[in-house]
């Protein structure tokens, strides 16, 4: 990277050039992995049309500035937020807060600006936020120059999810997909937390829940939300009413979501996320967890299926 020039990647320009040694010759191997964990890691994507921009600050004082002149009046609820970075018009605004929690927050809002650029329809909220979170488990290896991404190596999201449970904070999973960040932080803090933690769970769940049974179904709605078809799949559900179909088309409820890509019934749908997200907490699964691996011991029984 030229001195004095922000550094670029086939895909990312990163901006301004960084001065913090943490991340001086970093961060455009780690933006190219990212990449390469969002079109792989979960179902196969496409390429991102063009170029994406990150401005990764070295001080929370440089990154306010920037924020009040980027958003203007809408700065506001950003300003107010304890720590973190936001993704506007498919641009990231982060500011250094040390190597784990930067990286961590700046794979989180790649996904973002991956989605805003990629996909034709926007995803409901508790899919977007969900794979972001599912996005930011990596670790480095010792003499790799790049990272390791390993969804279940997320320690924050782990520990929010058992200590929600112990203090009686989990939601019904439908509250969790008619609601939003904002939403949960009109609660408090520790709600909106617990909102984020049930996210990350409930893409693990589809992925690999119930012998991954709802896998494919989250790849046709990704790949729906890439060509711009929800819209068009919604009103092909034979499951759904005239007035569903108007709800879930203008609203894009992750319940009729649910019911149109992963499971017309909802009730029994819930139960087995209910069952997955149990047997997440059973047993103490820290190790797995440092390691990447999957906490569950023994792997939880597939349901079965229907014809």
């Known amino acids: 990277v030229v001195s004095g020039l922000p550094p670029e990647t086939h895909h990312w320009t990163i901006r301004p050039p960084l001065r913090s040694a943490n991340f001086t010759g970093s961060l455009p191997a780690f933006y190219d992995a990212a990449l390469r964990n969002f079109r792989t890691g979960l179902v196969p994507l496409p390429a991102p049309p063009k170029r994406l921009e990150t401005c990764v600050f070295g001080t929370r004082e440089e990154w306010a500035r920037y924020t009040e002149h980027r958003l203007g009046s809408d700065a506001g609820p950003y300003l107010g937020m304890g720590r973190g970075g ?16 930067t990286l961590s927050i700046a794979a989180h809002e790649g996904w973002h600006q991956y989605s805003q650029t990629t996909f ?18 990596c670790r480095q290896p010792r003499g790799s120059p790049e990272p390791a991404f390993l969804p279940w190596r997320n320690t924050e999201r782990y520990a929010e999810l058992r200590s929600s449970a112990r203090k009686g904070r989990l939601s019904e999973l439908r509250a969790v997909l008619e609601g939003s960040p904002q ?10 937390l617990s909102y984020y933690a049930q996210v990350w769970a409930f893409v693990h769940f589809l992925r690999d829940g119930e012998g991954g049974r709802y896998r494919a179904g989250l790849e046709r709605m990704l790949g729906a939300a890439v060509r711009g078809t929800i819209g068009e799949s919604l009103r ?33 749908f819930e139960r087995s996320y209910d069952r997955y997200v149990g047997a997440l907490l059973e047993n103490n ?23």
């Open 86 to 101: 936001f993704t506007s018009g498919g641009e990231a605004v982060l500011y250094d807060i040390g190597p784990r929690d």
């Open 120 to 137: 034709r329809n926007s995803l409901p909220v508790w899919r977007e936020e969900g794979i972001a979170c599912y996005m930011e488990g």
């Open 183 to 192: 939403s949960f932080l009109a609660v408090s803090r520790d709600a909106q």
């Open 236 to 268: 092909s559900c034979e499951a759904l009413d005239a007035r569903a179909k108007r709800l879930a088309a203008s609203a894009k409820s992750g319940t009729w979501l649910v019911t149109v890509y992963l499971d017309a019934d909802f009730e029994a």
């Open 285 to 307: 699964g820290w190790d797995r967890i440092l390691r990447g691996e999957c906490p569950l011991d023994p792997p939880a029984s597939p349901a079965q299926a229907t014809p």
